[in-house]
């Protein structure tokens, strides 16, 4: 699946602020804060978009414009659609392979 530019800018934004030393994706990453993966899925672009805005006690307020904050946006929906994290409904085929029922690969 190809990233859209703005999607690419988000994951270079998020590169630049770190945001791994606290949160995951398909659990690789720190601890601190939530997995990431399917934050969009689950809890909605305007749920994430205002984590990222305002910051909580425990997160960081990264004062992000809002061309920044749509990037961000577009990266998590562009994470968000490769897969599923815990995984869900995967099948050991007979040749070894993990195969996930709703995975796109
Ligand atoms: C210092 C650690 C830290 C850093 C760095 C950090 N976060 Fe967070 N983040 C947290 C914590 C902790 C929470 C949960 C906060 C709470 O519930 O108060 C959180 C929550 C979130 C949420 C909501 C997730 C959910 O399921 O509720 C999103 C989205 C998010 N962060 C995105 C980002 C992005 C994007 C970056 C980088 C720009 C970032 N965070 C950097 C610690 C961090």
Known sequence: MPISPAADRGRQLYQEHNCVACHQ????????????TNV????GAAYARAFMAAGTQAMPNFNLRDEELDALVAYLE???KT???PPENFE???Y???AQEDDPR
């Not at 994706?25 to 990431?36: E, H, Q, T, V």
């Not at 969009?40 to 809890?43: E, F, H, Q, V, Y």
């Open 92 to 94: 050991v085929k007979w």
């Open 96 to 98: 070894g392979v993990v």
């Open 25 to 36: 994706f398909y659990g690789l990453g720190g601890y601190m804060g939530p997995d990431l």
């Open 78 to 80: 562009f994470v968000d």
């Open 40 to 43: 969009i899925s689950n809890r």
């Open 83 to 85: 897969g599923t994290y």
